[in-house]
């Protein structure tokens, strides 16, 4: 499986952003499928959460301002990020887990201004 993330770029404070992670390969294989992101010089957090059958958690620092979702049809991933904070800058990673395996894409920037 390899996965791609796209969607980020420069926003101001409010705005907001949809990313989107596309799969290759087995995409039917996921448990869950996880956005992630990494502020400079911080851990990579977990933000949002979507498994196999559909339901979905968040980050308590996100809940309400963020969504996930999925196209199952066109093995994609989005989160809507809306309401941004300047604390949601970093680079977000879309995550596959299978009952064997972790896959990561690589990372899309997301800056949000003040």
């Known amino acids: 499986v390899q996965l791609q993330a796209s969607g980020g770029g420069l926003v101001q404070a409010g705005g907001s952003l949809r990313l989107s992670c596309v799969a290759s390969?087995?995409?039917?294989?996921?448990?869950?499928i996880n956005w992630y992101r990494q502020a400079s010089g911080e851990q990579r957090e977990l933000v949002a959460v979507?498994?196999?059958?559909?339901?979905?958690n968040y980050a308590a620092s996100v809940k309400g301002r963020f969504t996930i979702s999925s196209d199952y049809a066109k093995k994609t991933v989005y989160l809507q990020m809306n309401s941004l904070k300047p604390e949601d800058t970093g680079v977000y990673f879309c995550?596959?887990?299978?009952?064997?395996?972790?896959?990561w894409g690589r990372g899309t920037l997301v800056t949000v201004s003040s």
């Open positions: 995550n596959l887990r299978t009952a064997i395996k972790d896959y």
């Open positions: 979507i498994g196999s059958g559909g339901s979905t």
């Open positions: 390969g087995n995409f039917f294989s996921a448990r869950a």
